[in-house]
């Protein structure tokens, strides 16, 4: 067995969403036009936590999408299983809006770069803004996250995993090293 | 957990070698797809790079832009094949044709022939994915996707419900497919039509009713589907004429006082009007037959995307 | 001289096996007893192996002239000889057609330089195969043809078939009938029912066939010809020749290797070697047919050899010919199928492809006697072996038993004498 290490419980994980809320409200001055794109599968409960935090900050409501990057990838020939896809929810026009695209983890940015395209095909919003809970270095891309929670530098060795209450019963950040026979 | 889906590489000759589950992801997939064609830009970068031939040798022109425009709006490359002013008819063979698109570089083959079999013929000569667009009387597998999956969208599922299918049953590819994918996701399916447009032990092979008179056919039915009723029958000798078959297997109004309150009217197209099916039906609220060739552009994109995206199947942890 | 040691022999006057040896002087049999010896002849251990009168095949397509890319006289004798065949009978339907007698001796030259195999040439009933008109039947006869017939196609018109028949009818030789009705058969691929259904291929019905097994049945009865029923594909088709021969009518009935022990469902995959005509029927006619074999009302098994180029067969299903080869496949396949498995006796096979085709074409052939022509062939039943491709002598390789394991091994051909075939 590897040997799994904690960085973030429940209690910092609520700590830095709350920061990243305010962050996210002071550099937009507020929340008009903004609408909040949860990247699938953990950044569409992420999206959903910050946009309830900036909710009760500034007693507004946010709307809140999901979008499926599946079709957009570039590597998708060196997936190993059969993509599933899921639904993208965009219940807005996002013509000249603020977007704030949410992830769990920016790594190489590949995801980002595939959410980008993925966003633009809906149209042309007024902005593009990207957030993340943590960013682990590695980048193969030219792209930076707007908020980062965490900066967590690893080796492409090493595993970030991060669990949620919605998806894994809890709220955790963990890094282990990567099995060789897994 | 494993994950028992693959599509990757798959042929889809006809549906026998579907399973439920399967089918189940090309309609979860063709949902997606969907809504991307609602869009007003239509086109995402999917498959990139990959490079699509449709090789029509039977003329087909509905079918083939439905699967031309599945494949452009994923970014393939889209080269279409058809039998009229090709070399096919100065004799070349479907062997050497198909070589010579192999060494051109095609990712997959969309097929469409008037001979049974040749979708396998031409996956043999290729060693690469061949989709089935229709092989004379023997398969339509995408065209009973789309029917199904339309089905599926407005009903929720095919289980219990009860499908009629009526017309020129012996020639027609459609029912074939239909038949084994409806069966499959647990619908009864009732085929009706005349006894000399009937194929042999349709009963025992499909495991369908079959029944020769309209008003038991459509009685209580979910779904009605009329099949395109050809002229040429009648030179054959199979049934008498247009009028006796319109007036004894037409859809008319009949059909949906007959049939359950919310019956869905379906017809794989081009139809006849007034021949197989009366304006007042096709024209109807029951009428989905234009939905269905919306949905028969998703349903390709997904094949499309489930076969050429990813890599074949290894153990997932 | 050629001495076969301790074989089990097949005695075709006695119709049954017994441990000899059988001397061959010449062109002859001189003598089948046990324990010979003959210091001057060429000696072949037959212990544990099977010695056969040569096979007669009644039913066969050498494609010369005319077709030659698929077959010819010299390639078609050779397969045949590594099937175990001394004596074969063609076909007329090569181009041109033998329905005249400078073809025929064409055919009969080839055959005697060739050498290797008996060929007996079957000549047309109608000329140029059309239907139309009465072939040259009095010189075709004269000529040398053992039976006549339109295989391959079938004439339609009654009247025509009628006055063929009481043409040839003097000459006393068997009208070999391809039965088909083409208004029913017409562009049938495969057995209409199960599998047409499954496959979206038109069905040949078996209707096509009875129907016209019938018309010649009666035809036969009224001008008292001979009329041999060439691959019998039916349940009823078994049916009518059995009728047929109990009410004294001279009908003979023949099946295929291939009829006998394959199904239409070999058709599922769209191979094309599984394409002939009559097609591949159900189950219940593959029994019925076993069953005609058993009860004697089927006299013949036939190979119904059709060879086509790679070329014609590597086409779509509805493209490509009818026919499949059979000469190096038809022993060990109904050997594996129907006698190991214990469903026909070792003895019936071998009168069935040896002594009563030969009756029917009349010929002193297919029998292994004391004094008879020494036409051998020398078996290892036990041998199991895969049916390959590449070991295929025909010019073409259409055949359904591809890959499949079969056992009885053809070891050694003699015919008039001499090796035909050695397996090495
Ligand atoms: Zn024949």
């Known amino acids: 067995m590897h040997k799994k290490r904690k960085i973030l419980d429940e209690k910092e994980m609520e700590r830095i969403l709350k920061r990243l809320a305010n962050e996210v409200i002071e550099k937009n001055k507020g929340c008009k036009d903004l609408y909040i794109v949860g990247i699938h599968t953990r950044g569409v409960p992420l999206a959903h936590r910050i946009a309830e935090y900036i909710e009760k900050f500034e007693d507004e409501k946010i709307h809140v999408g999901s979008l499926d990057i599946t079709l957009y990838r570039d590597d998708l020939s060196s997936i190993e299983h059969q993509p599933v896809i899921q639904d993208s929810i965009l219940n807005f026009d996002i013509e000249g809006k603020k977007i704030l695209l949410v992830d769990d983890v920016l790594n190489t940015g590949r995801t980002a770069r595939a959410a980008l395209n993925a966003i633009l095909d809906y149209g042309r919003p007024g902005s593009i803004q990207f957030l993340v809970i943590i960013d682990r270095g590695n980048r193969e891309l030219p792209i930076q996250a707007d908020f980062v929670g965490k900066y967590v530098p690893t080796s492409k060795d090493e595993i970030i995993q991060i669990q949620l209450k919605e998806t894994d019963n809890a709220d955790n950040v963990l890094i282990y090293e990567k099995n060789e026979e897994s | ?317 | 001289m050629i001495l076969l040691k301790d074989g089990q022999v097949y005695l075709s006057d006695k119709k049954k096996f017994e441990k000899a040896d059988v001397l061959i002087d010449k062109k002859i049999v001189k003598k089948i007893a046990p324990n010979i010896e003959e210091s001057k002849a060429e000696i072949i251990d037959c212990t544990d192996k099977h010695i056969f009168p040569g096979f007669v095949d009644l039913h066969c397509h050498l494609r010369d002239p005319g077709y030659t890319y698929k077959e010819d006289i010299a390639t078609g004798a050779v397969s045949a000889a590594k099937g175990g065949f001394t004596s074969i009978c063609c076909m007329p339907n090569t181009n041109p057609v033998i329905d005249n007698v400078s073809t025929l001796n064409y055919l009969m030259r080839k055959a005697r330089d060739v050498g290797k195999t008996k060929i007996f040439a079957i000549g047309a009933m109608s000329k140029g195969l059309e239907g139309k008109e009465i072939a040259n039947i009095a010189s075709l006869v004269k000529g040398g043809v053992v039976g006549l017939s339109d295989d391959g196609n079938c004439i339609q018109n009654a009247k025509l078939q009628l006055n063929v028949m009481r043409y040839g009818s003097i000459y006393d030789i068997p009208m070999i009938c391809h039965s088909e009705d083409y208004s029913l058969s017409g562009d049938g691929q495969v057995n209409y029912g199960y599998e047409s259904t499954k496959l979206g291929l038109p069905g040949i019905p078996t209707l096509a066939e009875e129907i016209m097994v019938s018309r010649d049945i009666m035809l036969a009865d009224v001008t008292g010809t001979h009329v041999h029923i060439a691959h019998v594909s039916t349940k009823r088709t078994v049916e009518l020749v059995k009728q047929a021969k109990k009410e004294g009518i001279r009908v003979t009935a023949e099946v295929t290797p291939h009829h006998l022990v394959l199904t239409e469902k070999a058709c599922e995959d769209y191979n094309t070697n599984t394409k002939m005509k009559p097609p591949l029927r159900s189950e219940q006619d593959r029994q019925a047919l076993i069953e005609g074999v058993l009860d004697r009302t089927i006299d013949v098994i036939a190979t119904d050899h059709a060879p086509h180029s790679d070329y014609e067969k590597e086409l779509e299903f509805i493209k490509a010919p009818f026919g499949v080869i059979g000469f190096e496949s038809a022993f060990p396949v109904v050997y594996t199928e129907l006698v190991k498995k214990g469903i026909i006796s070792l003895e019936l096979l071998i009168d069935k492809m040896t002594a009563r085709p030969a009756e029917i074409i009349k010929r002193d052939v297919g029998l292994l006697t004391e004094g008879g022509s020494a036409d051998i062939t020398i078996i290892d039943l036990d041998e199991s072996y895969i049916f390959d491709e590449d070991e295929i002598l025909s010019k073409s390789k259409n055949s359904p038993f591809i890959g499949k394991e079969m056992s009885g091994r053809i070891l050694y051909t003699i015919c008039d004498g001499k090796f035909t075939w050695k397996k090495a």
């Open chain 2, 1 to 317: 957990m494993k994950n028992t889906l693959n599509l990757t590489g798959r042929n889809l000759y006809d549906l026998d070698d579907y399973s439920v589950e399967e089918i189940e992801t090309i309609f979860e997939t063709a949902k997606v797809m969907k809504e991307i064609n609602k869009r007003d830009y239509k086109k995402i970068p999917t498959l990139r790079g990959k490079t699509v031939v449709t090789l029509f040798f039977e003329d087909s022109t509905r079918t083939r832009i439905s699967f031309e425009l599945a494949a452009k709006r994923l970014s393939a490359d889209v080269v279409s094949f058809t039998s009229a002013g090709s070399s096919v008819k100065k004799g070349e063979g479907i062997q050497d044709t198909v070589y010579t698109l192999n060494a051109m570089g095609v990712d997959l083959y969309i097929v469409r022939h008037s001979c049974p079999g040749v979708p396998k013929l031409v996956n043999k000569y290729s060693g690469k994915p061949v989709l089935n667009a229709g092989d004379g009387r023997h398969a339509h597998p995408t065209q009973a996707l789309l029917d199904m999956f339309s089905i599926w969208e407005k009903k929720g599922s095919l289980k219990g419900l009860k499908i009629a299918i009526v017309g020129d049953i012996l020639h027609s590819r459609v029912v074939r497919s239909n038949l084994i994918g409806m069966k499959k996701m647990g619908a009864n399916v009732v085929v009706c039509g005349p006894r000399t447009l009937m194929p042999p032990k349709i009963d025992e092979v499909y495991g369908a009713q079959c029944v020769y008179d309209l008003d038991t056919a459509i009685k209580d039915a979910d779904v009605v589907m009329a099949l395109r009723m050809q002229l040429e029958r009648q030179t054959e000798g199979l049934f008498p004429g247009l009028s006796e078959f319109t007036n004894r297997y037409g859809l008319s109004k009949k059909v949906i006082r007959s049939a359950k309150g919310d019956v869905l009217i379906m017809h794989p197209g081009p139809m006849n009007r007034g021949v197989e099916i009366l304006p007042e039906v096709a024209d109807s609220d029951h009428s989905i037959i234009i939905e269905q060739v919306t949905n028969g552009v998703a349903i390709r994109m997904a094949l499309l995307f489930l076969i050429l995206g990813g890599k074949p199947e290894r153990e997932v942890a």
